[in-house]
Structure formats: C-alpha cells, structure tokens
C-alpha cells in the first residue's frame, strides 16, 4: 500500500502563489504518472497536471503559463507550483500516483492511477 499525503493550502488572494507537496510513503511507487487533480465547488474533479517518470509534462489549458509540476524521485514527492491565482483555481486538489497511463491522456482519465491523498484545500479570492 501507498500512502499520499498533500500539503501546502491555504488561503490567498487573487495573483497570489502557493505550492503544494504530495509525500508518498508505504510500499514502492510503480506506474510511470503521478498528477494533481482538483474539484472545484460545484464542478467535477478535472486534472490539473500529470508529469511522468521522464519529466514529461501535461496540464490543463486553465493553468498552462501559471502552474508547474514536479516531482523528486529520490523522495517520491511530487509538487504543484500555482502562480498567479485566480478564483476559479479554488478547490480541493489531489495528488494521484502509480499511474499506468501515459501523459497524454492522463489529465482525462483519472481511473488511470491507482492511489490518491485526501486533498488539500486552495481558496482563492478576488
């Protein structure tokens, strides 16, 4: 078993930044994805940005030029860069691991990755 744990919410103010950190403990990581996710109030959980085990990256258009992800394979840590904040990037984001899914697709197909973390809250105001 694999256990992810988020942190580095919080509240902001729009343009504001934040990073978030996703450490992964329990049993070793496999699967060559690991990403952020989010649900919004009121929305669906949308992917957010994958990265795979070659530095290979995706995000969403919402967040291209303002989020960054990256992980530390020695650790098995995984981060989200979010700069420039807006509100609509308020939600609980997730960290999802051991993905068997390639980045291409994988901000579109969440089932792809076998583990998450509870989350961690982003509020982003105006």
């Known amino acids: 078993q694999v256990q992810l744990v988020e942190s580095g919410g919080g509240s902001v103010q729009a343009g504001g930044s934040l990073r978030l950190s996703c450490a992964a403990s329990?049993?070793?990581?496999?699967?060559?994805?690991m990403g952020w996710f989010r649900r919004g109030p009121g929305k669906e959980r949308e992917g957010v940005a994958v990265?795979?085990?070659?530095?290979?990256?995706r995000y969403a258009d919402s967040v291209k030029g303002r989020f960054i992800v990256s992980q530390d394979k020695s650790t098995n840590s995984l981060f989200l860069q979010m700069n420039n904040l807006k509100p609509e990037d308020t939600g609980r984001y997730y960290c999802?691991?051991?993905?068997?899914?390639?980045?291409?697709?994988?901000?579109?197909?969440?089932?792809?990755?076998?583990?998450w973390g509870q989350g961690t809250e982003v509020t982003v105001s105006a």
């Open positions: 999802a691991a051991d993905g068997r899914i390639v980045v291409a697709v994988a901000l579109r197909h969440p089932e792809g990755f076998n583990y």
């Open positions: 990265i795979d085990t070659d530095d290979e990256t």
């Open positions: 329990g049993d070793t990581l496999g699967g060559y994805a």
